[in-house]
Every structure is written in structure tokens, then in C-alpha cells.
């Protein structure tokens, strides 16, 4: 009788955890829900993310304009002012792209920093979608795949932008500099 209890015991287990790895997956219903949910937050969030890179966009276009013609309004105050020689001229065509130049950096920053937020969004958007459609898949061996899978979309999207962020910094820096 002892040996037939942990045999009994044994089996009792296996079956316990087939059942309790494959019983995991959410119903089709449940899964479809969470999905629309996550799809939801994701065109939220890169609706609010292309807002953002357009107000971005509409203030460096702006600064730029307003750096442009300071810069030829200073240029001109020199050329028809009757003491400047050339040199004042020159100085002041300098300063003008020495303005410019700022402006074109920061705006290079703040528009690659709003473009690199919209990337974001839609990256962590569309992961937590495929988490969320992953949670359909019938085991969880399945559900693992999947979800790596997903991790890796969504690190190579990352890494992507953040490559892009990078690169805008470095050519804004020689704007600067």
C-alpha cells in the first residue's frame, strides 16, 4: 500500500501542473479586451506623442525665423549705418550665424527628443498590445515565445531610437560648438 500512495502522489502532481501550465491562457473574450485596451493606450499615447513632435516642430521653425531676422536685421543696421566700415559688417554677418546656428542646434535637440518620444510610444505601444495577444496562445511554452519575441521587436525599436536621438545630439553639438 506504501508504494502505491507515492506513485498515486506522483501522478497527482504531474497532472496538477499539465493542467495548471496549459489552464494559464485567458479566455478568447478576456484576451480580446485586453487587447482593444492596449490599443487604446497605444493610439492615445502616440496621438499625444505626435502633438507633441508638431508643437516641437511649429517652435523651432519659430525661433529659427525669429534668429534669421534678428540676424539680418543686424546685418543691415550695419551695412547703412554711415561709421561702420566692413569690419562692423563682418562682425555683425558672424554674430548673425553664430545666432543662427544656436537656434538650428536647439531646435535639431527638441525636435529629435519629441521624434524620439513618438518612437517610444509606438514601441511600447505595440508591446503591450503583443503581450497582451500572447496571452491567447495555448501553452506557456507558446506564451513565452511569443512574449520574447515581442520583447526583442520592442528593444530593437528602442534601440533604434535612441541611434537616431543620439546622432540629432552629436550634429546639434556641432551646430553649437
Known amino acids: 500500500m506504501n508504494q502505491k500512495r507515492p506513485t498515486l502522489t506522483a501522478l497527482s502532481l504531474a497532472l496538477t501542473m499539465a493542467l495548471g501550465l496549459s489552464a494559464c491562457a485567458e479566455s478568447p473574450r478576456e484576451t480580446a479586451e485586453d487587447v482593444a485596451e492596449?490599443?487604446?493606450e497605444r493610439a492615445e499615447d502616440v496621438s499625444?506623442?505626435?502633438?507633441?513632435l508638431s508643437k516641437a516642430v511649429a517652435k523651432s521653425d519659430e525661433e529659427m525665423r525669429k534668429a534669421a531676422a534678428e540676424g539680418t536685421h543686424d546685418i543691415t543696421e550695419a551695412m547703412i549705418d554711415p561709421d561702420s566700415d566692413g569690419e562692423e559688417v563682418?562682425?555683425?554677418k558672424a554674430?548673425?550665424?553664430e545666432n543662427l546656428d544656436e537656434a538650428s542646434g536647439d531646435a535639431l535637440e527638441r525636435n529629435a527628443k519629441a521624434a524620439y518620444d513618438l518612437a517610444m510610444a509606438k514601441a511600447e505601444g505595440n508591446y503591450e498590445v503583443a503581450k497582451e495577444q500572447c496571452d491567447a496562445?495555448?501553452?506557456l511554452s507558446q506564451r513565452n515565445l511569443c512574449?520574447?519575441?515581442?520583447e526583442t521587436t520592442y528593444e530593437s525599436m528602442k534601440?533604434?531610437?535612441?541611434a537616431e536621438l543620439e546622432k540629432a545630439e552629436q550634429i546639434a553639438k556641432n551646430y553649437k560648438d
Open 38 to 40: 492596449a490599443s487604446r
Open 48 to 52: 499625444e506623442a505626435r502633438r507633441d
Open 90 to 92: 563682418a562682425e555683425a
Open 95 to 97: 554674430d548673425a550665424q
Open 137 to 139: 496562445l495555448d501553452t
Open 147 to 150: 512574449k520574447d519575441k515581442a
Open 159 to 162: 534601440a533604434r531610437a535612441e
